[in-house]
């Protein structure tokens, strides 16, 4: 009987380069899978003083790459299955394998999320060893997918700000901008991602293209609105997506918000100038892309994509005090709508803004 319980429930294999000295060799471009279960730490191997607050080792594993050609290379993680929300967290270092007074730490990132993230490793020299060591993050146990490439893949691998920065708010309508740098005019779009507290991995939200106004400059500002399910703590991250001329996505934006139903009056739109688009015509569902511009010379004021949802009484709404300050009367409204059924069509329109009476 016990010999039919030790086949049915083996023990847990541990991977064989939990130490130092059977460190898996990373071919560029080649993808691995490993995983931190039963994983033990060489306590000769590491110097928790080298990494300060950023890591405490508990299953790591080892990992040893050697570059070809120098240059800027990028460890991608992804496919995280994580017993908790937190991943995996990675070193790397250089310096001679288990003897810690030589170790040079060039990277240290706990990631806190499973989501797919990438770790990027600038001026990393041809036939120099490089060692990585990935262990579960706070104790972690996961599996996850490993790659060294000269492309970045997933979102770049930021520590979150702290939850006491949080944005309170009664309305779980959430109204997102920002702007795009001209470094990143080649990004084809920006993309919102959203992830509660205790969820594992974030989810994209909206797909806001980048577009290009009459003059061949790039929009002032973007913006995106989404709705929350439920009270909580929510991460916003808002990532421009890598462009052809080789440049990785880039995190532009990441905030907490804090969503509370304390005073459900509070969910009525600001009594700020505003103007309101006329939404009421389009499907439920339907995905619809806005496109704010000055009639006066064509210049992009805002650049956004939603989808339609007529019992969201703000969705159409636009602040205007900004473009009030800049002396902007009127603007012209483009609004392209995909709907679930039938053809995409657009409708054009000319609004004029609040007086500057209403201000006060």
């Not at 995983?35 to 950023?54: A, H, I, P």
């Not at 989810?203 to 399910?229: C, H, I, K, M």
């Not at 304390?262 to 009525?268: E, G, R, S, T, V």
């Amino acid at each position: 009987m016990l010999l039919l319980v030790g086949l049915i429930l083996p023990a847990a294999a541990q991977v064989a380069n939990d130490n130092i000295e059977n460190r898996r060799v990373l071919q560029p471009e080649a993808t691995i899978t490993s995983n931190t279960t039963d994983c033990t730490v060489q306590r000769s191997c590491v110097d928790e003083r080298l990494t300060g607050k950023c890591i405490e080792y508990h299953n790591d594993q080892w990992f040893e790459f050697t570059p070809r050609v120098s240059g800027r290379y990028f460890v991608n993680i992804g496919g995280q299955q994580c017993r908790d929300v937190r991943g995996v967290q990675l070193v790397v270092l250089t310096g001679t394998p288990c003897q810690p007074a030589t170790y040079r730490i060039l990277s240290c990132t706990s990631l806190g999320t499973q989501d797919d993230m990438f770790v990027t490793l600038d001026s990393l020299r041809a036939g120099q060893r490089y060692l990585l060591n990935v262990d579960g993050y706070l104790k972690d146990f996961c599996q996850f997918r490993l790659q060294v490439s000269g492309r970045a893949v997933g979102v770049p691998a930021v520590p979150p700000p702290s939850l006491a920065g949080a944005l309170p708010g009664t309305n779980r309508v959430i109204h997102l901008e920002w702007t795009l740098p001209d470094s990143l005019a080649a990004s084809p779009r920006c993309r919102v991602l959203r992830r509660e507290l205790r969820e594992f991995r974030s989810t994209e939200r909206a797909s806001v293209p980048v577009s290009r106004n009459t003059l061949g400059g790039q929009p002032a500002t973007y913006a995106a609105t989404d709705t929350l399910p439920r009270p909580g703590y929510y991460l916003y991250q808002i990532v421009a997506d890598a462009g052809p001329d080789g440049q990785p996505p880039v995190l532009l934006r990441q905030q907490w918000v804090s969503f509370s139903q304390l005073n459900p009056l509070l969910d009525q739109p600001p009594q700020v100038p505003h103007v309101v688009l006329p939404l009421g015509k389009y499907p439920r569902n339907a995905k619809l892309s806005v496109v704010i511009s000055n009639p006066a010379n064509g210049q992009v004021l805002l650049a956004q994509q939603l989808v339609h949802q007529p019992t969201n009484n703000r969705q159409g709404w636009l602040p205007t005090s900004k473009w009030q300050d800049a002396g902007i009367e009127k603007i012209a409204v483009e609004i392209t709508c995909h709907p679930p059924r039938g053809h995409f069509f657009t409708d054009r329109l000319l609004l004029a803004l609040p007086p500057q009476a209403s201000l006060r």
